[in-house]
């Protein structure tokens, strides 16, 4: 479900997002720019569960040591 929302912003910043953004998309792009910032325990619980899963890790874990190999051949 999606709320409307009032906000204030500077002459120049409207201005700046309409010609910038388009009148259209201007609702999904500040979305966009604050969605991380109010969902921050949701990004942890994310990381948390991708931690937990340990055939992930595991595969994760194989490709990081394979790709150290591809580094230490380069010259220095």
Not at 10 to 27: K, N, P
Not at 46 to 67: F, I, V
Request: hydrophobic fraction near 35%; aromatic fraction near 8%.
């Amino acid at each position: 479900m999606q709320k409307k929302l009032t906000i204030t912003i500077d002459e120049q910043v409207y201005e700046g997002l309409h010609a910038v953004i388009g009148r259209r998309r201007i609702s999904r792009f500040i979305e966009d720019l604050v969605r991380p910032h109010v969902f921050y325990q949701e990004l942890e619980t994310a990381y948390q569960q991708m931690a937990e899963d340990e055939e992930r890790e595991a595969e994760a874990l194989e490709w990081a040591e394979a790709t150290i190999g591809d580094v230490s051949d380069e010259p220095r």
